[in-house]
């Protein structure tokens, strides 16, 4: 990722989100529709001050605990609260005061209306979810930095605010959203904000982040212009190195769930689109052989999983119980027949799988070397059939 030279786009976008929290700018976001039931709950300061170019919400159920970055003016904050419901929580993440103090105004008569109270806002930077910038700054009010011996002091502080304290601790999260927001964050800072994003999560949970990309690279002279970063264009990362960076931060199943066919904007030739990114966590932890195999249905040919897997149509493919697993959940669920061993392998007795290689799973060893049953025909007529035969 390239270095955003000669700008500051912490500076750029905090002065403009800032007014933008006092009156509403057009050019801040691309129109996005949104369930209206959903917004009447919701005060018209709040969805004036609100900018995006998705809606994240749409990808959540009831009872999850959600983590909206850069939060804002908190619109889609309350949005997730109702979706989640009273059994759901929805912590809201932004280090912008102005936007902060709109959205936390409004938290107490919201919850009345909504009918519970499942939102909170924190302060932080979300390329660090791990420190509490309300506690940093009340630790500031008794200990002035005047000299580097101070300096350092409030550097300790903080390590120890991350380990002891931290804003939102590691696998508490059943989904992070984000809607227009990565692209504000220094293209130095990307990296770690999408590890981040994955160590929050739970084992299983799942990102939803609508963003911003470009087709072509953003060449450096338009990264230096602080109006076109503040205003989600130069910090665009190209569209199909948006989805790879998911990838090298460990996520697996990443889609391109949203892909706008027309350009939110074009300057010199580059086309900038909105997009929403689907990523999935869990494919950490051992791989253990127990005898199972999965059939990909099609439709293509043969596909490439993010384990390297090459998995054939029609083919029994050998994999580890944690893939195997894995491919029973979305993205993935539909795609794969499952076949269990006709004698289960216990976990206590299961050897190691090489998940780097790839081969076919061999009935026999499913059903066992000395499987010899001979069966009179079944009912293979699926329930709900006419009755009539199938065979």
């Known amino acids: 990722m ?15 989100y800032a007014a933008g929290a006092q009156q509403r700018e057009e050019a801040l976001c691309c129109p996005v529709s949104y369930d209206p039931q959903y917004l009447r709950a919701i005060p018209q300061e709040i969805l004036e001050r609100d900018y995006g170019c ?51 105004h409004h938290r107490s008569a919201i919850g009345e209306r909504i009918g519970w109270h499942n939102v909170e806002f924190r302060r932080g930077r979300i390329q660090d979810l791990a420190l509490d910038l309300d506690l940093v700054e009340g630790w500031l009010r008794e200990h002035p930095v005047r000299s580097v011996a101070d300096y350092q002091a409030l550097e300790e502080h903080c390590r120890a605010l991350r380990d002891t304290r931290p804003l939102i601790p590691s696998g508490s999260i059943d989904v992070v959203v984000s809607n227009c927001v990565l692209n504000l964050v220094r293209d130095e800072d990307k990296t770690t904000l999408l590890k981040e994003i994955h160590r929050v999560l739970k084992r299983g949970g799942r990102a939803a982040i609508s963003d911003i990309v470009s087709d072509e690279d953003v060449p450096p002279h338009l990264k230096a212009d602080p109006e076109l970063w503040s205003g989600c264009v130069s910090g665009a990362m190209r569209e199909d190195r948006f989805l790879k960076a998911f990838e090298d931060a460990g996520f697996y199943g990443v889609t391109l769930d949203k892909f706008d066919s027309k350009p939110w904007r074009t300057v ?37 999983d993010d384990d390297g897997h090459v998995l054939r149509r029609g083919e029994r493919t050998a994999v580890c119980e ?10 993935y669920a539909g795609m794969f027949e499952h076949i269990e061993p006709l004698t289960p392998v216990p976990v206590e007795e299961a050897q190691p799988f090489d998940c780097r290689r790839t081969a076919r799973r061999d009935p026999r060893e499913t059903k066992g070397q000395d499987y010899s049953a001979t069966t009179e025909a079944s009912n293979c007529c699926e329930p709900g059939s006419d009755g009539g035969s199938c065979c």
């Open 268 to 304: 010199e030739g580059i086309e900038f689109r909105a997009v929403t990114v689907l990523a999935y966590r869990g494919k950490e932890g051992e791989c253990l052989e127990r005898r199972q195999a999965v059939i990909y249905k099609g439709p293509f040919q043969k596909v490439t």
């Open 54 to 104: 998705g809606d994240p919400s749409r990808y959540l159920r009831p009872g999850e605990r959600v983590l909206d970055l850069g939060s804002g003016s908190g619109k889609i904050c309350y949005i997730a609260s109702q979706i989640v419901g009273r059994e759901g929580h929805v912590i809201g993440v932004d280090t912008n005061d102005e936007m902060l103090a709109l959205a936390r």
């Open 322 to 331: 944690k893939t195997f697993e894995i491919y029973r959940r979305e993205p």
């Open 2 to 16: 390239s270095q955003t030279s000669n700008v500051d786009p912490e500076r750029a976008v905090r002065e403009r």
